[in-house]
């Protein structure tokens, strides 16, 4: 494995897998590396169609309420698989993503904000990740909208991150 120093954190490069096919919305359009965590003697990375939220008017970006699961991807790795970092640059080199920074308390960690809606709508879920807008790198969900990844804590405990569900609220 590679950059072990630098495992846990939102956006940036992610760790996969050596044959791993990066994670891409269509053949073309690589999804943006959101969260990168260590887990149960694993690796989660959580990746998300992203482009509309970042100011890129004319891609087919997510909406309000649950996204389809092509909009967004949840990979585990187990500890013992090799690892390798995949870049993802433009053209003449530079980073496509947004630079990563420490993850915080926004993995496996209560909601802060939509608890009554996700309780409604989503019961006997919890958390994977909350994320919020945020100026400095450009994201914005419409009006002080929450990106939320929820996972059942059977599916957790099993590592079943195909049943992840993603849903977007705003005001």
């Known amino acids: 494995m590679t950059a072990k120093d630098n495992i846990d954190h939102l956006w940036g490069f992610a760790l996969l897998p050596d044959a791993f096919p990066y994670p891409c919305r269509g053949e073309e359009n690589p999804m943006t590396l959101v969260c990168q965590a260590r887990w149960n003697e694993g690796i989660v990375c959580i990746f998300a169609d992203l482009d509309y939220f970042f100011g890129d008017i004319e891609a087919d970006g997510g909406h309000l309420g649950e996204w389809g699961r092509d909009y967004f991807k949840v990979v585990y790795t187990a500890a013992d698989k090799p690892l390798h970092l995949h870049e993802i640059r433009y053209p003449d080199g530079t980073p496509a993503v947004p630079e990563s920074r420490p993850l915080g308390d926004t993995f496996l960690h209560p909601p802060t904000c939509w608890q009554d809606e996700l309780e409604q709508d989503f019961p006997g879920y ?34 079943h991150f195909d049943r992840v569900r993603c849903v977007l609220y705003s005001y």
Request: net charge negative; glycine share 6%; charged share 30%.
């Open 126 to 159: 919890e958390i994977l990740l909350q994320l919020e807008e945020d100026e400095e790198i450009g994201l914005r969900f419409y009006d002080c909208g929450t990106l939320f990844f929820l996972i059942r804590p059977e599916d957790l405990a099993a590592h």
